[in-house]
């Protein structure tokens, strides 16, 4: 049985835990060992995907008064706030790594299995045959992509990757409330009616992961190394108007 570390951090402000995430993704580039990391942010923060332009958050008021963040993978910007983030890196030549959609889905269909366990019977998104809108919604969880968690027609959950230096890196998000900084947004206790709590939740998709991947965890803190590598590169990008405002 193969084994995956784990690490779980308390919450953190936007910046920096995209460095850790960056940081992480580096290890396991040079440890050639998967790594999952679930998180959540302090204060509630909007994080722009990679290629999305800074300017048009002008156009959802409601979350304008939260920090800004640029992500390293791509997608829709994202409040978080009533949600779990998840990171999840493995080595290039990994079987999870090819083809690209092998990791949205497992990582998805495992969390379809997680929320059964409180009734909740969520569905991946059939493959898009529409002609795509010129102009996507601004906001991740108002799109819709092959592969998405729905729950009554709803997006609860969706996930980007980016690839490079002999690491795929995935990030997710589950949206479990409705947040007042995005309104219009109904989340897995929304729609379900059930008291769903985060780290149940996560327990409850962790043990969903083993199972399917017939891996162990190894639960283990952020190494010296990670953590002065994650403060470089939170001064260095993350904290940096060039960064978050590059488009």
């Given at each position: 049985m193969n084994t995956w570390r784990i690490v779980q951090c308390p919450a953190?402000?936007?910046?920096?835990?995209?460095?850790?995430?960056?940081?992480?993704?580096?290890s396991v580039a040079a440890r050639g060992e998967c790594c999952l990391r679930f998180y959540s942010w302090e204060p509630a923060t909007l994080s722009l995907g990679y290629f999305q332009s800074s300017a048009n958050r002008d156009t959802h008021p409601a979350s304008r008064d939260c920090p800004l963040v640029r992500r390293a993978t791509g997608g829709g910007a994202i409040v978080h706030d009533r949600e779990i983030t998840y990171s999840f890196a493995a080595p290039a030549d990994s079987p999870l790594a090819t083809p690209a959609p092998a990791l949205y889905r497992l990582l998805h269909q495992t969390l379809i299995r997680a929320l059964n366990h409180w009734r909740l019977s969520a569905t991946l998104c059939a493959p898009i045959t529409?002609?795509?809108?010129?102009?996507?919604?601004?906001l991740c969880f108002q799109r819709r992509a092959d592969g998405d968690v729905l729950l009554?027609?709803?997006k609860i959950a969706g996930s980007a990757q980016r690839r490079r230096r002999g690491v795929v890196m995935q990030h997710g998000s589950v949206?479990?409330?409705?947040?007042?900084?995005?309104?219009?947004?109904?989340?897995?206790?929304?729609?379900?009616?059930?008291?769903?709590?985060a780290a149940e939740l996560v327990a409850a998709w962790r043990a969903e992961l083993a199972g399917q991947c017939q891996v162990c965890w190894r639960s283990?803190?952020?190494?010296?190394?990670?953590?002065?590598?994650?403060?470089?590169?939170?001064?260095?990008?993350?904290r940096q108007a060039e960064w978050t405002h590059r488009r």
């Amino acid at each position: 049985m193969n084994t995956w570390r784990i690490v779980q951090c308390p919450a953190r402000r936007g910046d920096w835990n995209m460095a850790v995430d960056e940081a992480l993704a580096e290890s396991v580039a040079a440890r050639g060992e998967c790594c999952l990391r679930f998180y959540s942010w302090e204060p509630a923060t909007l994080s722009l995907g990679y290629f999305q332009s800074s300017a048009n958050r002008d156009t959802h008021p409601a979350s304008r008064d939260c920090p800004l963040v640029r992500r390293a993978t791509g997608g829709g910007a994202i409040v978080h706030d009533r949600e779990i983030t998840y990171s999840f890196a493995a080595p290039a030549d990994s079987p999870l790594a090819t083809p690209a959609p092998a990791l949205y889905r497992l990582l998805h269909q495992t969390l379809i299995r997680a929320l059964n366990h409180w009734r909740l019977s969520a569905t991946l998104c059939a493959p898009i045959t529409s002609k795509p809108p010129a102009v996507e919604p601004f906001l991740c969880f108002q799109r819709r992509a092959d592969g998405d968690v729905l729950l009554d027609g709803w997006k609860i959950a969706g996930s980007a990757q980016r690839r490079r230096r002999g690491v795929v890196m995935q990030h997710g998000s589950v949206l479990l409330g409705r947040s007042p900084a995005a309104p219009e947004l109904p989340g897995v206790v929304d729609l379900g009616g059930e008291v769903v709590i985060a780290a149940e939740l996560v327990a409850a998709w962790r043990a969903e992961l083993a199972g399917q991947c017939q891996v162990c965890w190894r639960s283990d803190p952020l190494g010296t190394d990670e953590l002065q590598r994650a403060e470089q590169l939170a001064d260095q990008t993350y904290r940096q108007a060039e960064w978050t405002h590059r488009r």
